[in-house]
Antibody, heavy 125, light 108 residues
Framework: EVQLVESGGGLVQPGGSLRLSCAAS????????MSWVRQAPGKGLEWVAN????????YYVDSVKGRFTISRDNAKNSLYLQMNSLRAEDTAVYYC??????????????????WGQGTMVTVSS | DIQLTQSPSFLSASVGDRVTITCRAS??????LAWYQQKPGKAPKLLIY???TLQSGVPSRFSGSGSGTEFTLTISSLQPEDFATYYC??????????FGQGTKLEIK
């Protein structure tokens, strides 16, 4: 079964750090771009970060640049999000997601086709 | 940055109704748009990619259309399990992706 399972969430004080993990199974993890998406309580979805298949390219939403680091270990089929200098506004459910390339003729269209169940991060004193 | 605006933000409808949700992009994104369904406490589920292609396993009552800056998601005959929140996502500004603010579909 194709699956993503997040872990590592919890309660952390403002200014603290947390490392999220996402374990992939049922597919060739090293063949896909992977992403983190978050959702604050009662709010919409926000794309947070992307990482290329070999980890050579990483991209972030402006609000987390310099504080969050996305990484992966293809040997362990795992995706990570190191979150430092956490703020109250980082409180959210964090999802990992697989970016699939869907081909239509000679054009490729991305979409997030597999999602984990999410892990809750609460930043509060 | 490309912004996506969904309308309406809330929609009340009955089982059997035909409903349409609109997603407008702040600049042209060709057909690089996906639609997701999210139920409370669950992860989003991919419904449509490339603006109009149904993901495998998604019922045919769901359809998508549009290109450029205006897109629609249509549910032809609402079923009880369709009451959820729907999000559009632009994937044109690869690899920086953004979501619309969501449309909550509620039972009338």
């Amino acid at each position: 079964e194709v699956q993503l399972v997040e872990s590592g969430g919890g309660l952390v004080q403002p200014g603290g750090s947390l490392r999220l993990s996402c374990a992939a199974s049922g597919f060739t993890f090293s063949s896909y771009w992977m992403s983190w998406v978050r959702q604050a309580p009662g709010k919409g979805l926000e794309w947070v970060a992307n990482i290329k298949q070999d980890g050579s390219e990483k991209y972030y939403v402006d609000s987390v640049k310099g504080r969050f680091t996305i990484s992966r270990d293809n040997a362990k089929n795992s995706l990570y999000l190191q979150m430092n200098s956490l703020r109250a506004e980082d409180t959210a459910v964090y999802y990992c997601a697989r970016a699939q390339d869907f081909w239509s003729g000679y054009l490729s269209y991305d979409a997030f086709d597999i999602w984990g169940q999410g892990t809750m991060v609460t930043v509060s004193s | 940055d490309i912004q996506l605006t969904q309308s309406p933000s809330f929609l009340s409808a009955s089982v059997g109704d035909r409903v349409t949700i609109t997603c407008r992009a702040s600049q042209g994104i060709s057909s690089y748009l996906a639609w997701y369904q999210q139920k409370p406490g669950k992860a989003p589920k991919l419904l449509i990619y490339a603006a109009s292609t149904l993901q495998s396993g998604v019922p045919s009552r769901f359809s998508g259309s549009g290109s450029g800056t205006e897109f629609t998601l249509t549910i032809s005959s609402l079923q009880p399990e369709d009451f959820a929140t729907y999000y559009c996502q632009q994937l044109n500004s690869y690899p920086l992706y953004t979501f619309g603010q969501g449309t909550k579909l509620e039972i009338k």
